[in-house]
């Protein structure tokens, strides 16, 4: 999504959704978030699930100088005692070497993603071991840019959202899923937006 589709977007909430409105003049329009696409987005996600995006990068880093092309084969070449030095952890290690050998066996089509609708390609990511339903929605909001995206499941989101509607307490994500129905076809934007708000919103 780039700044014009935020600004389409966060025109639409702001006049269906009063909460939003008011933020939205507080603190302006979130900045575009962009991935690539891939193996190596898969790969980012699977090294940032449950630590900081800082540590991630840093992992990141790591991986990419000990695979100077960034493909499936090219990882499963690596010993796992290296990824593991490099800073992933055994179980993230066996995520990793599971997608590389979905891709190279033809398991798992990661360039066919595209073409499918976003519950396709969901179940078919969420079909790999170590992505859940969260990781998928990633992939397909900040890789294959897809608009109508809402990852009920990351605790930033959910805090976010109970302190916009003055809940008190944050929303399962079930409630949360509920509570941004009406924001569709845009929910891609305002999940961009409530991660602005986590940041700058007052506790």
Not at 123 to 148: C, H, P
Not at 187 to 199: A, K
Request: hydrophobic share 40%; proline share 5%.
């Amino acid at each position: 999504m780039d700044r014009q589709d935020i600004a389409c977007g966060m025109e639409v909430l702001a006049r269906i959704d009063p909460d939003i409105d008011r933020a939205l003049g507080e603190l302006g329009p979130p900045p575009p978030r962009h991935r690539a696409k891939g193996f190596e987005a898969l790969l980012s996600i699977i090294a940032s699930q449950q630590i900081s995006t800082e540590v991630a990068r840093v992992i990141m880093t790591r991986i990419t100088a000990l695979v100077p092309k960034m493909t499936a084969s090219g990882l499963m070449s690596i010993d796992d005692q290296v990824l593991r030095d490099a800073g992933l952890s055994w179980r993230k290690i066996e995520y990793a070497k599971g997608l590389a050998e979905a891709i190279e066996k033809r398991h798992f089509d990661v360039d066919g993603l595209e073409v499918l609708s976003d519950k396709e390609a969901i179940d078919a990511i969420t079909n790999l071991r170590g992505f859940g339903r969260w990781s998928a929605e990633i992939y397909l909001m900040f890789s294959l840019k897809r608009q109508d995206i809402f990852p009920a499941d990351d605790l930033a989101l959910q805090v976010a959202i109970g302190r916009l509607k003055g809940l008190s307490d944050k929303p399962t994500p079930k409630r949360a899923r509920e509570m941004v129905k009406y924001w569709s076809p845009w929910r891609s934007v305002g999940s961009l937006f409530l991660w602005h708000y986590y940041r700058g919103a007052p506790t």
